[in-house]
């Protein structure tokens, strides 16, 4: 499987789709709005780091916990 869709796949499935609405996601982890429905496509999406920093930060998770929860 891709990298990035995996890494898409994953905040979907349990981050995304569990919050109360893509516009809150989106506030709650500093990022916009558009950025969210490009991770929930199927095919998914080219993440940047930058971005995927981001989502972690809000998080209070570190990029290498990250990668360990969705095992890469």
């Known amino acids: ?16 789709k569990p919050s109360k609405s893509n516009r809150n996601f989106a506030l709650d982890h500093n990022i916009d709005e558009k950025t969210v429905r490009k991770i929930l496509q199927t095919d998914g999406y080219r993440i940047p780091l930058k971005t995927l920093h981001k989502i972690c930060e809000a998080r209070n998770l570190k990029l290498e916990d990250f990668f360990k929860l969705v095992k890469i």
């Open 1 to 16: 499987m891709d990298v990035n869709k995996k890494v898409c796949n994953y905040i979907a499935k349990e981050w995304i």
